[in-house]
């Protein structure tokens, strides 16, 4: 490998990715040429190959040299995130248009036929329905993501590029403008559903209100988990929704909390600490905008308004200081999950094993797990005797 392309990786944390690819970088100018399929190869996280295409981008302007490249080659050099795609098809359900005079390259602008696409599916029919009404349920939303995944799969390919995915969630909400409040979950669905094929709607299936009892009852044999939630009554006496809020928020209680080293030395969560990062209970009346002034923690995380865990009046995913309205604490830490993949981003060390449980266990993602988690998947598998 060209010593100046592996200082530039080393430089970047991008030689993870790169090692075993290093046939794909024989010098610096085929480096500083790289298209964006051929990145998309080598580095698939969204997050690192956004990083990887603006750092080559930058180092690209800097070349002194004239290359000749394709018009298609042209438009990856100015965007760096769009790959070609055709639109030869008689039966596409998209429409593009570009300016008529532009010296230029420009994506064109995507609009997809968002009915065409549901009426072509069976039950399609009755989410255009519900979508009409702006009350999309959860099993139908379910089904309008993996129709709209189908689509994308069948026109651009297993990746569809982010530029693409956007067109598709603008002219859902432009179609559906009761929507409009779903457009920013919808294109993480979508995302997560690419990359993570299959997995997107496992905590609604395997989190049910048995697993959840069960869950409680290994709890009851760990520590005093309801005091640090703050929980007085008898879990038996509460509602199926209420006993899978109450185990969602009764893992980092029970899980060993995080530890991370600042200047050499060691720091260790509380498992108050560990709770707020995986899911911040605010009281009744908080004023959002004031609380986004004051979050430093740049992970996602879920915060919940309300007098009491068991059943919060309103949920949020908060990310980049902004918050996101969830229908329920299980939408929220289902969409807070998603985040972190679609992003690329780590988990919270005090949550870490709250995540990384989720991440191997629920959704059946691979990763390490440490011997609590093992405990607690062993237990959940067997059930109580």
């Given amino acids: 490998m060209d010593s100046f392309v592996k200082d530039k990786l080393e430089e970047w ?34 997050g690192p190959r956004m990083k990887a295409a603006k750092k080559i981008k930058e180092l690209n302007s800097e070349q002194n040299e004239t290359t000749v490249v394709t018009q298609d080659s042209q438009a990856y050099q100015s965007t760096l995130q769009s790959p070609t795609f055709s639109l030869q098809s008689p039966k596409s359900l998209i429409t593009t248009s570009t300016p008529e005079h532009s ?8 609009h997809f036929d968002i ?44 990746r569809p590029t982010s530029h693409v995915k956007e067109a ?27 990359i993570k094929p299959k997995c997107g709607d496992k905590l609604f299936l395997l989190w049910t209100p048995a697993v959840a009892r069960n869950l409680l009852h290994y709890a009851d044999k760990q520590n005093d988990w309801s005091r640090h939630l703050g929980i007085v009554q008898d879990s038996s006496q509460l509602s199926d929704d209420e006993v899978c809020n109450i185990a969602l928020q009764c893992i980092p209680c029970i899980l060993p909390v995080g530890s991370q080293k600042i200047k050499g030395k060691g720091k260790r969560a509380t498992i108050e600490d560990a709770l707020t990062s995986f899911v911040d209970l605010q009281k009744i009346g908080t004023n959002i905008p004031h609380y986004l002034e004051g979050v430093k923690q740049k992970q996602p995380f879920v915060l919940a308004i309300g007098s009491s865990r068991v059943s919060p009046e309103q949920t949020y995913i908060i990310i980049e200081r902004e918050a996101i309205p969830q229908e329920s604490l299980l939408n929220a830490i289902d969409l807070c999950f998603k985040c972190f993949h679609v992003f690329d981003m780590n988990y919270q060390w005090q949550s870490y094993n709250t995540w990384q449980f989720l991440q191997t266990v629920v959704y059946n993602l691979p990763g390490k797990m440490s011997s609590s988690v ?12």
């Fill in 13 to 46: 944390g991008l030689m993870e990715w790169a090692n075993s690819f290093q046939e794909n970088f024989i010098d610096k100018e085929i480096f500083v040429l790289l298209e964006m399929e051929t990145l998309k190869e080598l580095i698939p996280p969204l």
């Fill in 103 to 110: 010296n230029t390259p420009k994506r064109p602008k995507l």
């Fill in 115 to 158: 009915r065409k696409i549901l009426n072509d599916n069976n039950g399609g029919d009755i989410i255009e329905s519900e979508m009409d009404e702006g009350l999309l349920s959860h099993k139908y939303r379910i089904q309008a993501v993996r129709m709209f995944v189908s689509h994308l799969i069948e026109q651009f390919g297993d």
């Fill in 168 to 194: 598709l969630a603008r002219s859902i909400v432009n179609e559906f403008p009761k929507l409009k409040g779903e457009d920013g979950d919808g294109y993480i669905n979508l995302d997560f559903e690419v």
């Fill in 374 to 385: 093992v405990s607690l998947k062993t237990y959940l598998k067997v059930g109580r005797k």
